[in-house]
């Protein structure tokens, strides 16, 4: 990976994160508005073993790819993330399990409804 396509992957993995904890805090809360205050890793457990929260999986799981293209770069690897994340990150209430929550949360969320328009941001820039 050139220098140049590692700091842009870097940008977009920065947005993605964002991204990622903004969602994680509402879905928190909301979850806490429900079944009363918890500390940081029992919900952290919950978001990994409920199936509740298997639709945010496929964002995790891409910024872990993210992370291991950076330690190995493939040929190829920058265009096939960026595509991925075009594809994941489509708000369709009709679309994959992630993209139908998605859509819902860029509805109930200022906070996910911009960092959703910084991530595009980013993939416009490339």
């Not at 870097?10 to 979850?31: C, G, P, Q, T, W």
């Not at 990994?48 to 891409?62: F, T």
């Not at 992630?98 to 991530?119: C, K, M, N, T």
């Amino acid at each position: 990976m050139s220098p140049e396509s590692h700091a842009r992957s870097a940008v977009l993995r920065h947005a993605l994160l964002e991204l990622h904890r903004l969602i994680v805090a509402f879905e928190r809360a909301d979850y806490e508005r429900r079944a009363g205050e918890g500390n940081a890793a029992a919900f952290l457990r919950i978001l990994v073993e409920d199936e509740a929260y298997a639709w945010l999986r496929p964002l995790s799981a891409l910024i872990v790819q993210m992370d291991e293209e950076t330690e190995t770069p493939a040929a190829g690897a920058e265009s096939t993330l960026l595509d991925e994340t075009r594809a994941l990150l489509k708000p369709d209430p009709a679309g994959t399990p992630f993209q139908a929550r998605y859509a819902w949360l860029i509805e109930q969320s200022p906070d996910v409804a911009y960092a959703h328009g910084a991530v595009v941001q980013v993939l416009k820039s490339r």
